[in-house]
């Protein structure tokens, strides 16, 4: 009798396996990880979509390519409008793994809006410790999932773009991206 719990916990642990998939972007490679709990991350990678990285790391072997797992669909539909200009806010479960402090943190990033950027210290006060701007910093960091804990929108006190895990040249791209006021080229 005492194996059957057991047992049950082993298919459920399989069935609640992590599923990743990998979506283009037009400033590289995003790495999507869920299950059913949630989006846990979403990351960028510099290596480019048509590798064999795909291949190797699915974590299904019957998964071919272009196929995406059921769990990660409605990410990879919100990222497809996010980046085609039509969503300013995402609508997904996420389950992102992190102590209560950065959990914290990110939450709150989630309160800034599209198109709208705030500074570390703004962004320390509103989670109630001024002083705290090392340690959130360190948190925003530690984002797991790029793009929708929006990261990219915390900026440094005299407006320049300071610490991005992605690269600077990807935050300014994002910055840009949700801009309301798109610069035309004269060329």
């Known amino acids: ?26 400033i590289g490679t995003a790495e999507i990880v869920g299950d059913e709990d949630g989006i846990q991350s979403i990351s960028v990678l510099d290596k480019d979509f048509s590798t064999p990285l795909r291949q190797a790391q699915c974590d299904t072997l019957e998964m071919t390519e272009g196929e995406i797992p059921s769990t990660l669909v409605e990410c990879v539909n919100q990222l497809d409008e996010y980046f085609e200009g039509k969503r300013t806010e995402f609508d997904l479960k996420l389950n992102p793994k992190g102590t209560d402090f950065q959990q914290q943190v990110w939450k709150e990033l989630l309160n800034i809006p599209y198109g709208k ?7 320390t006060k509103k989670i109630g410790d001024p002083k705290a701007i090392r340690a959130v910093a360190s948190a925003n960091g530690k984002n797991p999932i790029w793009i929708v804990i929006p990261c990219h929108r915390v900026i440094g006190s005299d407006g320049s773009l300071t610490g991005y895990a992605g690269g600077v040249w990807r935050k300014k791209w994002l910055l840009e991206h949700e801009s309301p006021v798109k610069q035309q080229s004269l060329f």
Not at 1 to 25: A, G, N, R, S, W
């Open 1 to 26: 009798m005492m194996k059957l719990p057991k047992l049950l916990l082993k298919i459920q642990e399989t069935f609640l396996e992590p599923k990743t998939t990998y979506y283009k972007t037009p």
């Open 117 to 123: 950027t705030r500074t570390y210290l703004e962004q």
